[in-house]
């Protein structure tokens, strides 16, 4: 897809991934609109921004009323990017019924909801594309991210269906699932976790490029970020119990630091 003139609509503009979205779908002379919780966020990235024809609305997607707002706003969009989510390193026994209902609403029932209410509008451009945002955690089921890895596994199957769905249409559909990223998403406690056990995270602009790639391929696509992790994804399908058993080891040092996160 050549993104020149192109109108996208991206959710979790104001974050850490999605504004390094933002500034290369701008230079790459696309049209943005952009959304997040928080105005201040939105409204520096869009000072920043190369070209001009960018707007922002300020929505909390979980709101029905703000959701509608968005998508009153989104009259004219060529592409969907959901991106926008939430994670919560934490062990089960320390969720609430809150915590579960929060991580489903936002990571699932928003960019499915989002996808199902824009199809009919993507249907009708020459060239259309939707990309979800998932995660190495959509893949490998780890402790201490049930909640969260629930939420990304749900996504990737929601993807590949809907991509499959479309398949003899013009709208792409496309996955990509970064690894560990350097963004607020992350505690400090997962810092720490993910020094200890040696887990290699990009820069968010890392994962803008390889969203902006996947984006002008021709065809939908998949795509996971990282080797190592790409490696136990696919060993994680052929072989789960030697997943299990490796992350067995790392179960002490993971549950220290999900009670010290559960703790602050
Ligand atoms: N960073 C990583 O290690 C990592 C790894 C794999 C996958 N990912 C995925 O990458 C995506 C972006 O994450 P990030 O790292 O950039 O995190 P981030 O910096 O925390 O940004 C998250 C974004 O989502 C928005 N958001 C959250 N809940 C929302 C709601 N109810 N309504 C509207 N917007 C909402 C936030 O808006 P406000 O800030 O304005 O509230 C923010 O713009 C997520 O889907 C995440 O799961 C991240």
């Known amino acids: 897809m050549n993104l020149k003139g192109k109108t996208i609509l991206l959710t979790g503009a104001s974050g850490g991934i999605g504004s390094a979205i933002a500034r290369q779908l701008a230079a790459e002379g696309a049209s943005l609109l952009l959304t997040g919780r928080r105005e201040q966020p939105l409204q520096q990235l869009i000072n920043t921004l ?14 029905p009323v703000q959701r509608q707002q968005l998508l009153d706003a989104a009259e004219d969009v060529d592409v969907l990017i ?21 991580m489903l609403a936002t990571n699932v029932e928003i960019p499915i909801s989002l996808c199902h209410s824009l199809l009919p509008l993507l249907q009708q451009k020459n060239e ?29 199957g929601f993807t590949e269906s809907l991509r ?12 990509l699932a970064p690894r560990a990223t350097s963004t607020e998403i992350n505690t400090s406690a997962v810092n720490e976790l993910n020094r200890e056990l040696g887990t290699v995270t990009d820069s968010p602009e890392r994962v803008a490029t390889e ?3 996947l984006l002008q391929r021709p065809s939908s696509s998949s795509r996971a970020i990282g080797w190592p992790e790409k490696f136990f994804a696919r060993l994680n399908g052929l072989a789960p119990g030697l997943v299990d058993g490796a992350l067995k080891k790392q179960l002490p040092t993971i549950r220290r630091y999900a009670r010290l996160n559960h703790q602050n």
């Open 50 to 63: 190369y070209g001009d024809g960018h707007h922002y609305v300020v929505a909390d997607l979980g709101d």
């Open 82 to 102: 959901n991106n926008a989510g939430i994670s919560d390193f934490r062990l089960l026994a320390d969720s609430s019924e809150q915590d579960i209902q929060r």
């Open 128 to 156: 259309a594309a939707i990309v979800n945002v998932g995660s190495a955690f959509g893949a490998i089921g780890y402790p201490g991210y049930s909640l969260y890895c629930s939420s990304k596994f749900a996504i990737r």
């Open 164 to 175: 499959r769905e479309l398949a003899d249409t013009q709208v792409q559909v496309h996955y």
């Open 211 to 213: 969203l902006v790639d």
